[in-house]
């Protein structure tokens, strides 16, 4: 296994996320708790010392069960992550009773690692309410020793994320965000790594299979890899090319079968990082996987004065290009949330007056449609 240096501790290169774990009758709620402690014994046994959690993982369960599969090891043997629910804004305001739940949950007396978790456009405003105090009572239980390093993950946009970080950035140890060779342009995981490195806060990685999806390819693309990396599999591309961002300490993978476990561990037995060329052909592949399902818009904001609704028509685009490119997730519908309802999608009249003046001719009534339909 590979290790990473995060001030004083040696931290696995690759980190057990428990958002996916196996489950019974194909019941997320469900986890099958016999196969997913051999998995925990294999990943201990193999050198992962990082296991992270959260509140909602599960239908609630996650914490629960990774509380009782690792109550079976040293306490010291391994390190150990959860998160404040910031995503429900029902949360806000309940900091340390939460905490004090999830301490019982996961049956310890401090977290390792915890994060406020996934800061975006729906709960920024509440996280910075002073009002609740979220982080404030964070740095408290740090303070108490509850805590030993605090962090935060986000899915936001770099405008929300740099309003966390200006206010809150001094004390952040890390941030995990989503990061993969699609996402390193798509959703500007460039320049939040860069944002960060400016701030010397070390990156965790989330998502670096973006789901799955990158853990399989068409075969055109599988047979150019091949040409140059004959024995990596799909998923360990993926890997590499996270590898290759010197500023990423751990990287989580939520793995849902003792074989994908084998598998990804058997990729960190060995820093193999891409070279530019590889990168460049890494990169490019996504470029043209993206081009294929998203529409073009460049953001030159020309429909914006010409829409009777006043809607922010690249944002909705950009919004409705992630969720085509997922296939639905969490990310769009929650970022939309913290819109007004005449200013989402369905605000559209399909006037089509924005659609004159564009200049990559997006056939901008038709996505707003669909963007709705997809909603529900």
């Avoid at 905490?99 to 915890?114: G, I, S, V």
């Avoid at 798509?186 to 010397?200: H, I, P, R, S, Y």
């Avoid at 806060?201 to 091949?226: D, F, N």
């Avoid at 960190?268 to 529409?295: G, H, Q, S």
Wanted: net charge negative.
């Amino acid at each position: 296994m590979i290790y990473k240096r995060f001030k004083d501790l040696e931290l696995s290169a690759l980190g057990m996320g428990a958002m996916r774990l196996p489950v019974l009758e194909g019941k997320d709620d469900k986890i099958d708790e016999k196969t997913s402690a051999e998995m925990t014994a294999y990943a201990m046994e193999h050198g992962v010392n990082y296991y992270d959690t959260a509140w909602g993982y599960h239908g609630g369960n996650s914490e629960t069960v990774m509380g009782k599969i690792l109550s079976e090891y040293d306490r010291g043997s391994y390190f150990l992550a959860t998160k404040f629910p910031g995503y429900d804004l029902s949360n806000m305001g309940k900091t340390e009773e939460i905490f004090a739940k999830q301490q019982e949950k996961l049956r310890t007396d401090y977290f390792d690692f915890y994060l406020v978790h996934n800061v975006c456009e729906l709960n920024i405003d509440a996280y910075l309410d002073a009002g609740y105090g979220t982080v404030e009572s964070l740095l408290r239980l740090k303070e108490q020793g509850k805590i030993r390093h605090l962090g935060f993950s986000t899915h936001g946009s770099l405008e929300t994320m740099k309003r966390f970080l200006d206010r809150y950035g001094q004390h952040m140890e890390f941030c995990q965000i989503q990061l993969n060779y699609i996402d390193w342009g798509f959703q500007n995981g460039a320049e939040k790594v860069d944002m960060l490195t400016k701030l010397d806060i070390p990156v965790w990685v989330m998502e670096p299979l973006r789901g799955g999806k990158l853990a399989s390819l068409p075969e055109k693309e599988m047979r150019k890899l091949k040409e140059l990396r004959p024995g990596e599999t799909a998923a360990g591309w993926a890997f590499r090319f996270i590898q290759s961002v010197p500023q990423v300490t751990v990287t989580l993978s939520g793995m849902s079968t003792p074989e994908q476990m084998k598998q990804n561990i058997a990729t960190f037995e060995e820093n193999r990082p891409l070279n530019e060329a590889e990168r460049k052909i890494l990169t490019d592949m996504a470029e043209d996987m993206v081009k294929r399902i998203a529409l073009p818009c460049t953001a030159c904001r020309y429909c914006t004065s010409h829409c009777p609704q006043q809607l922010d028509i690249p944002m909705l685009l950009e919004l409705y290009n992630e969720h085509c490119f997922t296939g639905g997730g969490f990310i769009a519908p929650m970022a939309l949330q913290a819109v007004p309802e005449d200013k989402r999608p369905q605000a559209c009249l399909g006037c089509r007056s924005c659609e004159a003046v564009c200049p990559q001719q997006i056939k901008i009534s038709e996505a707003m449609a669909d963007f709705s339909q997809k909603l529900g």
